[in-house]
């Protein structure tokens, strides 16, 4: 299944992120610092960078709020951002 992003893109659940317009396969960037891949899309005009997790946990995971939850890959390896290998944990805050 795709689901298309900001009107210009397609992702999947294999991380696979297609400009729909261009039929151009986007290439994410890895980080070496922290271990993730980022991707930089054009929203409204402008170049947003993006990670690659975090736009499969918004896209497929009907429940993801980026506020209050924590993305985990399953098999401990940051570069395996397809979807089977994401979850979420829910943070919740502790008052004194």
């Known amino acids: 299944m795709k689901k298309i992003l900001f009107d210009l893109y397609s992702i999947d659940e294999n991380a696979e992120l297609i400009n729909v317009k261009t039929n151009y396969k986007m290439n994410p960037s890895y980080n070496e610092i922290n271990s993730r891949y980022k991707v930089n899309l054009s929203v409204n005009g402008k170049k947003t960078s993006f990670y690659l997790h ?8 009907e429940i993801y709020n980026e506020e209050t939850d924590e993305i985990h890959f399953i098999d401990g390896n940051p570069k395996n951002c397809v979807l ?8 919740c805050k502790i008052f004194p």
């Open 54 to 61: 975090k736009l499969i946990a918004q896209s497929f995971i």
């Open 84 to 91: 089977k290998n994401i979850s979420i944990y829910r943070m």
